[in-house]
């Protein structure tokens, strides 16, 4: 195909503007998506800002991928030409290791191929993502969308939506469980949507007295208001699990403190700098655990995205024009996001063109 219409930053501390690149020849067991929507996560921000120190710039950023399938490789047996899918975080894998063999492939021990910021292993080139006309991935990493959603509200799936349904799933969250949702940007109001579909009793911390009623409204049963210490301790020894979707270092002993004995507390957010060590004691009286979680693998997405249509989850939105994307990077960075900006890609088309 031509040239793709793009959005990049150039270095750590350029702003994000027009750029283009041109895609690779369609191999075998490619498809070309035209891209209609693309959200906008917080490690996109991380990464066009270098905060985690492995950038290559120029970054063209964007993991939360919904479009229409335009043309495919010869031997493609899974998409056809019209087809709505997605793409996340990943775009390739080793496939041959005990994680990829399990499905499990954001944890490749050959490292998985990202959206972007990646390395393509067959021409070494870094992949670009989806602040962008369109994208070339293999089929094994392209996922079918709910088509009865709101597709912009779909994107935000593809990583806020597998980052937190991964771990609630793995810690078998559902009725009779009490769990936390800390944050409520947007992994945190997946979370609590996703949490509350699955049965649980939600409960969402927050820093911001202003999103008490939304929190509600989203599912959570209980909202607190994690700085209060008095309304912190009213929930001690409580908690089966408590995932913290917080994107800013912070002290970790008080949440650890709701846990129940056994209780499990899974960080997914990746702050620039690491979390202050939690309270050894903490943990030890309670056999308390911390852990992690990194998006989840192919098939597990496409769960997630058949449990969201069925249960009609979608993220809530504010669809953006490409042209304020650093205007809601800024906004990001004050947690003032309802609760995902998405980018209209038809924004970014009609600008290459004028
Ligand atoms: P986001 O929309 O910016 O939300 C983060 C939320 O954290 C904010 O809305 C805010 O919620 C809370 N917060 C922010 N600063 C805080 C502070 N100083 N103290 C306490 N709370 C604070 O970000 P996101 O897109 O959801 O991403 C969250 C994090 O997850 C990022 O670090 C991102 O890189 C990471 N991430 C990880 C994975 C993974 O696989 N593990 C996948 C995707 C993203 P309140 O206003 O409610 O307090
Ligand atoms: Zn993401
Ligand atoms: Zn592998």
Redesign the pocket.
């Known amino acids: 195909m031509n040239i793709i219409h793009a959005y990049a930053a150039q270095n750590e501390n350029s702003p994000l503007a027009p750029f283009s690149y041109q895609p690779r020849q369609l191999r075998d067991h490619d498809v070309q998506i035209e891209i209609l929507f693309c959200g906008?996560?917080?490690?996109?921000?991380?990464q066009a800002r270098n905060e985690w120190h492995n950038t290559v710039f120029p970054v063209v950023p964007g993991?939360e991928i919904v479009g229409r399938v335009t043309a495919t490789g010869s031997r493609c047996s899974r998409f056809t030409v019209g087809d709505l899918v997605g793409v996340g975080?990943m775009v390739d894998s080793c496939r041959s290791c005990p994680d990829c063999q399990e499905g499990l492939e954001?944890y490749c021990e050959n490292g998985f191929v990202a959206t972007y910021n990646g390395t393509d292993r067959f021409d070494g080139k870094t992949t670009f993502g989806g602040y962008a006309s369109d994208i070339v991935v293999h089929e094994d990493f392209v996922l079918r969308v709910p088509a009865h959603l709101d597709l912009a509200g779909v994107a935000p799936l593809l990583?806020?939506g597998?980052?937190t349904y991964?771990p609630l799933k793995h810690w078998k969250v559902g009725p009779g469980k009490k769990v936390g949702i800390?944050?409520?940007?947007?992994?945190?109001?997946?979370g609590v949507k996703i949490a509350h579909a699955m049965g649980a009793k939600v409960v969402?911390?927050?820093?911001?007295p202003?999103?008490v009623a939304d929190?509600k409204r989203l599912g959570a049963d209980e909202v607190v208001i994690?700085?209060d210490a008095e309304q912190m301790a009213q929930h001690t020894n409580s908690f089966d699990f408590i995932l913290n979707?917080?994107?800013?270092?912070?002290d970790l002993t008080p949440f650890i403190n709701l846990l129940k004995r056994d209780g499990n507390m899974t960080?997914?957010?990746?702050?620039e700098h690491d979390h202050p060590a939690p309270s050894v004691a903490s943990l030890i009286f309670k056999r308390r655990s911390v852990s992690?979680?990194?998006?989840?693998g192919i098939a597990g997405t496409q769960e997630m995205l058949d449990f969201c249509g069925q249960h009609n989850i979608t993220s809530d939105i504010e669809l953006i024009d490409i042209a304020q994307i650093n205007e809601a990077y800024e906004r990001?960075?004050k947690?003032?996001?309802k609760?995902?900006f998405v980018i209209d890609i038809n924004t970014l088309r009609d600008h290459a063109a004028a």
């Open positions: 906008v996560c917080h490690s996109d921000l991380h993991h975080c954001q990583c806020a597998i980052t991964s800390v944050g409520l940007g947007g992994l945190g109001h997946m969402l911390f927050t820093t911001s202003s999103k929190g994690s700085k979707t917080v994107a800013a270092t912070h960080l997914v957010g990746v702050p992690g979680s990194l998006i989840g990001m960075l947690s003032d996001v609760y995902r």
